[in-house]
């Protein structure tokens, strides 16, 4: 048994191009998450390469800012206006495929168990509900692996876990 429920906000993934920054204006940490807070929507972006970051950009359900966004112009205009510092990533060709892209939904998934009788034991992406625009699928599978093994260590008498 399982619930399903949506959350307040949708997305779109962002990729965010490092090749067009500009001298002097803040830089995108390497080897961290990095988050624009902007009113009632936000960015978060990985950088997983040296010359871009994956990223999404959030916002309230029904509340697409680009959705009658028509040019590349206006996309970049939006990014100015809201964050300049964040604009300066923004490549043409990104812009373009915002546009195009569509919105992505966020749902919470809470199971009652995450184990089928004494053989199966579900982990990652089976037993979290993840958002595959950052690609944290990978690292929840192996923070459950790493947690499972911790309790089978432990040799809780209390459950027979092997």
């Not at 992505?104 to 979290?128: K, M, N, P, Y």
Request: net charge negative; glycine share 4%.
């Amino acid at each position: 048994n399982f619930q399903k429920e949506q959350t307040p906000d949708s997305y779109k993934s962002l990729y965010l191009s490092l090749k067009s920054k500009e001298p002097g204006n803040p830089s995108i940490q390497s080897k961290a998450v990095n988050a624009w807070m902007l009113g009632e929507n936000r960015v978060i972006a990985v950088h997983v390469k040296e010359d871009y970051c994956n990223s999404v950009f959030v916002f309230p359900n029904g509340k697409d800012p680009f959705e009658k966004m028509k040019t590349i112009e206006e996309v970049h205009a939006y990014f100015e206006g809201l964050c300049p510092s964040l604009a300066q990533y923004l490549s043409d060709e990104e812009a373009d495929a915002l546009l195009k892209r569509s919105v992505a939904s966020q749902w919470t998934i809470e199971a009652d168990r995450l184990h089928v009788r004494d053989c199966v034991l579900f982990v990652g992406d089976a037993a979290h509900s993840v958002s595959a625009s950052l690609g944290q699928g990978c690292n929840s599978a192996l923070e459950d692996i790493q947690l499972f093994t911790s309790m089978l260590d432990d040799g809780d008498n209390d459950n027979d876990w092997s």
